[in-house]
């Protein structure tokens, strides 16, 4: 069975900073998805940024990047810039290939809480 | 995107008692997934719920607590029934879509 790991509970960044978020998978698949949710208090699941196993690239979107290091099985989100609204619940969520069925069910790390200094 | 009406947002029910979440999508999705999350803690998947069958439940969750209902590809709802304390939570809703997944703003469920 796959699983997630996000080992920091919490973090703080001081607006306009850098932050990174760590999270670790285990899975004995070679094709999957990798996803970073936000959650804030309003308790709305927002997909931040996705990415193919399958693709070298690291995927990112707008202030959001990844560092997807599959043979080490590491998927760390980086905001940069960070603004005052980026404070929120993160998850790391892993996903098997994209097929029809039970596969398609999302398993989430623990999640991080993430606060912003003005 | 798809979006997902989930109702009720909140609720307070009586200890023995039963409600019903319903998650209404504005488009068709394949796959309907349920959700526990207690505040500020990871989502645990409950059930995966398909059209025309029945829903398969995840370890440590049965039928008889947690009917699910999945009718058609826009609807779903689940029932937390003969409830004590132990099930206030929150409860989400998710469906599968082509390009991702789209999720319902949960349900927060106290038991008195």
């Known amino acids: 069975a796959q699983t997630v790991t996000q080992s920091q509970p919490e973090m703080s960044v001081q607006e306009a900073e850098t932050v990174t978020l760590s999270c670790t998978y285990d899975?004995?698949?070679?094709?999957?998805?990798l996803f970073w949710y936000k959650q804030p208090p309003s308790r709305q699941m927002i997909l931040v940024i996705r990415?193919?196993?399958?693709?070298?690239q690291n995927a990112t979107e707008n202030r959001f990047s990844v560092n997807f290091q599959k043979a080490a099985k590491s998927f760390s989100l980086k905001i940069s810039d960070s603004q005052l609204g980026d404070a929120a619940m993160y998850f790391c969520?892993?996903?098997?290939?994209?097929?029809?069925?039970?596969?398609?069910?999302?398993?989430f790390g623990k999640g991080i809480t993430l606060s912003v200094r003005p | 995107s798809a979006v997902i009406s989930q109702k009720p947002s909140r609720d307070i029910c009586q200890r023995g008692t039963s409600l019903t979440i319903q998650c209404q999508v504005d488009?068709?999705?394949?796959?309907m997934f349920w959700y526990r999350q207690q505040p500020g803690q990871s989502l645990t998947l409950i059930a995966t719920?398909?059209?025309?069958?029945?829903?398969?439940?995840e370890s440590g969750f049965v039928i008889d607590k947690f009917p699910i209902s999945r009718p058609n590809l826009t609807f779903s709802t689940l029932t937390v029934s003969n409830m004590s304390p132990e099930d206030s939570s929150i409860y989400l809703c998710?469906?599968?879509?082509?390009?991702?997944?789209?999720f319902g703003s949960g349900t927060r469920l106290t038991v008195v």
């Open positions: 969520a892993y996903r098997n290939h994209w097929k029809e069925g039970a596969n398609s069910k999302l398993t």
């Open positions: 899975t004995s698949e070679s094709d999957y998805y």
């Open positions: 990415q193919e196993a399958y693709k070298q």
């Open positions: 488009s068709q999705v394949t796959m």
């Open positions: 719920a398909n059209q025309g069958s029945e829903a398969t439940y």
């Open positions: 998710s469906g599968v879509l082509h390009y991702g997944y789209t």
